[in-house]
């Protein structure tokens, strides 16, 4: 009865061993080295259609936003563009994420989304429209969700939701729809040089 007893010990302990192990190996490649964040494992479609992913933007501070055409926070474009104008050479990109799901606000396609950039002048990164709530919500948004809640239950509240990513792809800071995108710029000062936000 004690030799079976051991022998279940010496099994659930291998058992145990071999689930460390494993956890250990998920946080590293084949060469020891630690694997991408997962925000780089997620993939979405440009405003022309070619699928990006977003390990194209490893090494970079990222900003991430909820974007629409017809809301009265859709100037913000201009300040969103002032900001990757003013950083982009510093290694910051500022992604656009055009949503219909906030008063109907970005109800046209392509076409009608690039006359609005237009107007704004924005050569930032945007992409097709996407669900940020909801069954349909882009996983990229899930996961931003997940990691940044802001709001009760962790919903985006309104267009022009910002998150702050950093250059190791960690989501950092969420913002408001209206936290103005100047007010953002001591945040990305503070990680351009090493400091905490």
């Known amino acids: 009865m004690k030799i079976k007893h051991y022998v279940i010990l010496l099994l659930t302990t291998a058992l145990f061993s071999m ?104 050569d930032f990164d945007m992409f097709e429209k996407i669900e940020v709530n909801g069954d349909n919500t882009h996983p990229l948004y899930k996961y931003l969700k997940r990691e940044l809640k802001g709001t009760p239950g962790g919903k985006i509240k309104w267009n022009f939701t910002k998150f702050l990513i950093d250059a190791n792809g960690k989501p950092i800071k969420r913002y408001a729809p209206t936290t103005k995108p100047e007010k953002i710029k001591k945040d990305i000062e503070k990680l351009l040089n090493g400091e905490k936000v």
């Open 19 to 122: 689930c460390g192990n494993a956890q250990k190996a998920d946080a590293q490649d084949d060469k020891g080295t630690k694997k991408l964040a997962e925000f780089y494992s997620y993939k979405a479609n440009a405003l022309t259609g070619e699928e990006v992913p977003m390990s194209n933007y490893k090494g970079k501070i990222v900003l991430v936003v909820n974007t629409a055409s017809k809301c009265g926070l859709t100037p913000q474009y201009a300040g969103l563009q002032e900001l990757y104008s003013e950083y982009k050479n510093r290694g910051v990109v500022v992604l656009g994420f055009p949503c219909n799901q906030f008063g109907g606000q970005e109800p046209g396609g392509k076409k009608e989304i690039d006359v609005c950039l237009a107007n704004y002048g924005v």
